[in-house]
């Protein structure tokens, strides 16, 4: 590792994680996998209480799995899959789950698929920069909604990572939004001579 660069092992070493919370999380990733993704949740929450932070402690992994991409049987994809329930500070004016915060989920709940199936690899778990995150609403979600993050990795070819999410309204079988999200590694400092 260069002078400079961030050892992403030690960040995440950082933040330990509830066994009880991993061997809940049902897929066939390995329970390192599923850790990794609760300690990329943990890394989100560290800077305090900042934008979303209550709305973002109360995120939910449910499964984490390695699958065959069916397109292209020679490669990997992970799929990540998180709940939440909506709740009042998650609202717009309407009553509705508020576009900005369902992004905010998407934006967190996408890294994972990157981060379980970089760790199962064996290649370094960094969760990249947002580049784009192309949203696409399809249906307003009340009060009380479960919501279930489906999130599936697309590409990993460094520096480009890339990412699919759709979220679905658990009680109606109703998706309510879609996005693609386009990521890139960090740039990584300059030495100085």
């Known amino acids: 590792m260069s002078n400079g660069e961030l050892d992403m092992d030690a960040v995440l070493a950082r933040f330990p994680i509830d066994p009880d919370k991993v061997k809940q999380v049902s897929g066939n990733a390995s329970y390192e996998a599923k850790e990794i993704a609760y300690k990329w949740l943990a890394v989100f929450l560290s800077a305090g209480e900042g934008f979303c932070g209550n709305v973002a402690s109360r995120v939910r992994i449910m499964e984490a799995s390695i699958i065959q991409n069916p397109e292209e049987p020679d490669k990997l994809e992970s799929r990540v899959v998180c709940e939440i329930d909506v709740e009042e500070d998650m609202l717009n004016p309407l009553g509705n789950l508020h576009g900005g915060c369902s992004i905010f989920l998407i934006d967190e709940c996408s890294t994972l698929p990157l981060s379980v199936l970089l760790y ?8 990249g920069v947002s580049q784009t995150i192309n949203t696409t609403f399809h249906a307003p979600t009340p009060l009380g909604t479960k919501i279930r993050l489906v999130n599936t990795s697309m590409i990993i070819e460094e ?17 309510i939004s879609s996005a693609v999200q386009t990521k890139m590694l960090p740039s990584q400092p300059k030495p100085k001579l």
Do not use: A, F, K, Y
């Not at 690899?121 to 969760?127: H, I």
């Not at 979220?167 to 109606?172: F, I």
């Open 120 to 127: 199962s690899l064996g290649r370094p778990t960094s969760g």
């Open 159 to 175: 520096p480009m990572l890339c990412t699919r999410s759709e979220v679905w309204d658990v009680d109606n079988h109703r998706l």
